[in-house]
């Protein structure tokens, strides 16, 4: 199956900036786009942002547009998700998972969630 390995979180003041890591195996960005992911406890998975592919163009929530860049490095089968000014309400556990071009829904039948990496934003 696929995997991810998501890496780079930790605690930050409000305003700072982190930038999280997501090797892909098992898969290639020309299948699949690959789709960040965040979830507090007690509240539901949302999805964050979407890498580019063709003529499709990348995705960010609104709740992090204009803040939030998501990047690919084909050659490294890695993408980063650059967060900046960020917020409390960014506190989560951020997942990366292989998603179908242009959307945020999961190529399940290759992939099972990770554990992810902790993001907390407080001062």
């Known amino acids: 199956e696929a995997q991810v390995v998501e890496s780079g979180g930790g605690l930050v003041q409000p305003g700072g900036s982190l930038r999280l890591s997501c090797a892909a195996s098992g898969f290639t960005f020309d299948e699949y786009s690959i789709g960040w992911f965040r979830q507090a406890p007690g509240k539901e998975r949302e999805g964050v942002s979407y890498t580019s592919s063709g003529d499709i163009s990348a995705y960010y929530a609104a709740s992090v547009k204009g803040r939030f860049t998501i990047l690919s490095d084909n050659a490294k089968n890695t993408v980063y998700l650059q967060m900046n000014s960020l917020k409390p309400e960014d506190t989560g556990v951020y997942h990366c998972?292989?998603?179908?071009?242009?959307?945020?829904?999961?190529?399940?039948?290759?992939?099972?969630w990770g554990p992810g990496t902790q993001v907390t934003v407080s001062s």
């Open positions: 998972a292989p998603v179908y071009h242009g959307t945020l829904v999961i190529a399940s039948s290759i992939f099972d």
